[in-house]
């Protein structure tokens, strides 16, 4: 890919990870657009919308974390950046989809994780607010954990 270029306001490009992904983003990158916002969804994302809801749609994500099981989105339809924007029915309507995903993908135990805000607190590589229904495999002797990125660690002063 060359020289890193600067990020939009919409994605990270420091976060991109590699492969498929990393040259995906530096395409929406380039275009300048939101990728998540409902006009540029399908033109940057191959997965279906599994449900849609008044205020989320739900996505399989088309890059998932290593080792998952399951690995879904949840995006918000209005276009956000903090935790803090998310209004009453959207909170009520996130909870209740994430309890579809949970039954209609009989997962047995997950984590509902959603980053916000300014991304290189977050480790995210887009800044519309979307979250992560996550679930691996269950733990026996062998198995390793699964680390997934959620911000980064501060110094500790002695």
Known sequence: MGIMRKSSKHVNLAHSRSGDYKKLLYKINTDNVCPFCEL?????????????????LITTNQNPYNGLKH????????HI??????NKNESIELISLSGWVNTQFKINGGVLMIRFGN???TGASVTHLHGHIVSGGKRHK???SI???LGYKIARRK
């Open 142 to 144: 062998d198995t390793k």
């Open 81 to 86: 950046e903090t935790i803090s924007e998310i």
């Open 71 to 78: 690995h879904i989105l949840i995006i918000c339809k209005r």
């Open 119 to 121: 991304t290189d607190y």
């Open 40 to 56: 540029n969804l399908k033109k940057y994302h191959t997965e279906p919308i599994l449900k849609e809801g008044k205020y989320w």
């Open 147 to 149: 680390k997934i990125k």
